[in-house]
């Protein structure tokens, strides 16, 4: 009998496909049932309060390296490779750096020095956010959703630095990046791309705390959306940064895991949005979160505020955090509430 192919049409096997999709879903609703129960078996505010730097630790190795080595590295000298000129705008002189933090591995930034500041200046790290750059946060390109984010830094008298992360535009700027396929093979050598830029701003801190013009007691770090996010990451893992503002970015990381350098192996087991800002306890850290935000909105920023409040209360601290929302959309908040709170605690 000769051969001939069976065929049939494509929708009589459609509902075996869909059975399986909703198979793989079942699963996983599961699972993230059960990691829900995990991770508050895992963390609980009393727990918190009573082992820090174990939390930390664990935190560390849920990101990977090279923050699990940093107690060791952080003694190694952040090098200086470039420090340019670049200008002067009446209110502060701008510089151009770059840091030797690891190796090879330097960061690039943009060094804002007050002229209007006290002779040891508290010092806050200005981060961009998605698709930006230390000139875009900082208005060298004119008005955007920053709404002059490091400008109004700078007129509270502090040191500012914004470092470059792999976050820019390359439709606006040229050379693109990648950045999730980077990370996925960071990921697959025990790092992370959140791993490497916490850790890189972590050595930018290291440097900047050892110079004459700043005061290493009142560190701070400020950003909106990517920004934010990387401003709860830090603070969460750097107990010198006394105050933090985080923009637009405070989030149901269940929901919003389609960013997946924002997700981790075991995460929901451990470390969740507002398990990893209660790091950050007894420290200081607010939120902002605009009620048309085109991204968030601002019902998960609340819902994740909620979680978050019994963490700081289990140590005393209930005024040390604080959650703004405004009548706005993905953008550093116009008014000074989150200001005002940086500069308040630092």
């Not at 959703?145 to 470059?164: D, I, M, S």
């Not at 701003?201 to 996010?229: E, K």
């Amino acid at each position: 009998m000769a051969y001939v192919p069976f065929t049939e049409e494509k929708e009589v096997s459609r509902p075996y496909r869909v059975g399986y999709l909703a198979s793989v879903k079942s699963y996983l609703a599961g699972l993230q049932e059960g990691a829900a129960q995990n991770r508050k078996s895992f963390i609980t505010p009393e727990r918190l309060a009573e082992n820090p730097d174990d939390y930390r630790r664990a935190y560390y190795e849920m990101l990977g390296s090279p923050l699990t080595e940093y107690e060791t590295l952080k003694n190694d000298p952040v090098t200086c490779v470039e420090d340019t000129y670049v200008g002067d705008d009446g209110m502060c002189e701008i510089r151009r750096m770059r840091l030797a933090v690891l190796g090879d591995y330097t960061v690039y930034g943009i060094l804002f020095l007050p002229h209007d500041r006290e002779a040891r200046a508290p010092f806050v790290i200005s981060q961009h956010g998605g698709g930006g750059t230390p000139e875009v946060c900082s208005d060298f390109y004119g008005d955007n959703n920053y709404n002059h984010q490091t400008p109004r830094l700078l007129k509270r008298g502090a040191v500012v630095f914004a470092p470059q992360l792999l976050l820019w535009n390359p439709e606006m700027f040229g050379d693109p990046h990648e950045r999730q396929r980077i990370d996925s093979d960071l990921k697959q050598v025990g790092s992370s791309m959140t791993a490497l830029e916490v850790f890189a701003i972590m050595r930018c801190i290291d440097y900047f705390v050892t110079q004459p013009y700043v005061d290493a007691a009142r560190v701070g770090m400020a950003g909106l959306s990517y920004g934010g996010f990387f401003t709860t990451m830090t603070a969460a893992a750097d107990t010198r940064i006394r105050s933090a503002y985080a923009s637009c970015s405070f989030v149901d990381a269940i929901k919003y895991n389609s960013f997946t350098d924002w997700t981790w192996k075991n995460s929901a087991n451990t470390f969740l949005e507002a398990e990893i800002a209660a790091l950050v306890a007894p420290r200081y850290i607010c939120f902002d979160a605009g009620d048309q935000d085109q991204l968030f909105g601002s019902d998960s920023a609340k819902a994740e505020f909620e979680r978050l409040k019994p963490f700081f209360a289990a140590q005393g601290a209930e005024d040390h955090i604080r959650l703004f929302t405004f009548d706005g959309y993905h953008e550093l908040d116009p008014n000074d509430d989150g200001i005002d709170f940086l500069f308040a605690h630092l």
